[in-house]
Every structure is written in structure tokens, then in C-alpha cells.
């Protein structure tokens, strides 16, 4: 299984950044997004459905951050809009440890890691 992230990158406050990552292998599982900012411990972003129904979305970023899924091409997306330099963090894109499961096992932390994208804002 592989999940790669991309898209990170610098971007100015105010700005947008859209994030990928393909899932391989996990075209029938919930997938999702957690970030790790400095000094901080990961925190759960975003997460979706197996068929891209029931989004969660932490408060910190409800309604500046919008997550879907292009079921055909196993991937999930992060569009990422009107950044804060605190949105600057390494993002993680992760998938459930089982097809057909609610996306409430992501907002646990329950899930299959890929490698992290970084996003840096500036002021």
C-alpha cells in the first residue's frame, strides 16, 4: 500500500494550496488528512468516506479547507483556502485500515500512514 502525498509547498497567508494523494491499492476505503505543526503533536485535518460521503472536518479549519475524493483515480484531495501562517505544518494523507468502514475511524487516528508534504505559510 502506498499513499503519496503532494502539492505542498510556500504560499503567502491569504493564499491557497490544493493537496493530493493517491491511495494505491485503497479505492474502497475512507481517506483523509492530519497534520503535525512545529512543537505540536499530529492533529486530525480532514477526513472522507469510502464513496465520498460524510466529510469531517476539524473546527480549526471548517470552512477554509474542503476535502473530496476522485474515486477513479484513488485519490483524495485537499483544497486548502485564505491560509494562516498557522496552517504551516507537515500534512499527512492517511486511509482506513479496512475497505468499506466510516471515515470516523480517521478522526480517531486510526489509519495507514503515507509520507507528509509540507506547507509552509508566510506572513
Known amino acids: 500500500v502506498q499513499l503519496q502525498a503532494s502539492g505542498g509547498g510556500l504560499v503567502q497567508a491569504g493564499g491557497s494550496l490544493r493537496l493530493s494523494c493517491v491511495a494505491s491499492?485503497?479505492?474502497?476505503?475512507?481517506k483523509g488528512w492530519y497534520r503535525q505543526r512545529p512543537g505540536r503533536e499530529r492533529e486530525f485535518v480532514a477526513a472522507?468516506?469510502?464513496?465520498?460521503?460524510?466529510?469531517h472536518i476539524a473546527d480549526s479549519v471548517k470552512g477554509r479547507f474542503t476535502i473530496s475524493l476522485d474515486s477513479a483515480k484513488d485519490t483524495v484531495y485537499l483544497q486548502m483556502n485564505s491560509l494562516y501562517v498557522e496552517d504551516t505544518a507537515v500534512y499527512f494523507c492517511?486511509?482506513?485500515?479496512?475497505?468499506?468502514?466510516?471515515?470516523?475511524?480517521?478522526?480517531?487516528?486510526?489509519?495507514?500512514w503515507g509520507q507528509g508534504t509540507q506547507v509552509t505559510v508566510s506572513s
Open positions: 492517511t486511509a482506513a485500515t479496512k475497505p468499506y468502514i466510516s471515515a470516523q475511524s480517521l478522526v480517531r487516528g486510526v489509519g495507514t
Open positions: 491499492g485503497r479505492s474502497n476505503f475512507a
Open positions: 472522507i468516506g469510502w464513496r465520498g460521503q460524510s466529510a
